[in-house]
């Protein structure tokens, strides 16, 4: 598999390292791993960095991740990059509202490896 | 049993217990791959240490917290983290996670009210010299959970 640059979109600072981890165990090779800790932040970050991959929390502070997705396409390198949405906000209108701003995955918290394998690999090009 | 007893239907606090239970052991079975049951009714509850306070507002409007011993609170964020977690400030932030997922799963769980119900990013109190009024004060549930033989109490108000 191609090493992939990620970023990774959370508040919390153990939960961006665990979503790392996930994808270690999923057997994404990571070339790079970026982290931002709100929208408005992760928005910096793709000026500065090119990635393949980007999984971002809902509720957050400053930007939340449903603005952010609506805002990402302003960034001409991050307009085709796939983002799974991984939050505890559960409700069909969450999932509906990420996925009509342009997210291509979405999955729960609390969340397994398997989950983020089963919605991640397949956004790479992958068997999950 | 009376005609009046079959009818009595069960209070809130009644139906939101073994919901906040299932949604809290979900999160720690999956999180950290362990299992967490009940303590005994006259098992002490923790003291001191952190709460994690995650805000309910909309269809739901309350609080749940997290409480446990500092000790506790290591355990539970190494068994997130593995042996890499050793700041307090990582201690705290895994302990509100938790919360949140807590919250997040609870909600998750009741028909029709996680559409119109929103969270608040967590906050987490070190100590045990305070105490917290909630404006939602109304119906409250507690249950204390041991985790590794120590206890974890999980608490939700919601307003009336």
Known sequence: MDKIRALIVDDSSVMRKIVERSLRQAGIDLDKVVEASNGAEALVALQNNVVDLILCDINMPVMD??????QVHTVDSAKDVPIVMITTEGSESHVVQALTAGARGYIRKPFTPDQVKEHVLPLLGKKS | M???AACAKPSPEQNWLPILERATQEVFEIMLGCQVKPAEPAAPKPKGGFTAIVGLAGALCGVVTLCCA???AGQIAKGMLGDTADSEREVVDALGEMC???????KNKLAGTDERCVLSVPSVVSGGEYSLHSM????????VLLFENAPVAVCLQLKR
Not at chain 2, 100 to 106: H, K, P, Q, S, T
């Open chain 2, 136 to 143: 939602a004060d109304g119906h409250s549930v507690e249950l």
């Open chain 2, 2 to 4: 009376t005609a009046g």
């Open chain 1, 65 to 70: 991740g449903l603005e952010f997705v609506r």
């Open chain 2, 70 to 72: 500092p000790q506790t």
């Open chain 2, 100 to 106: 949140n997922m807590i919250a997040g799963n609870f």
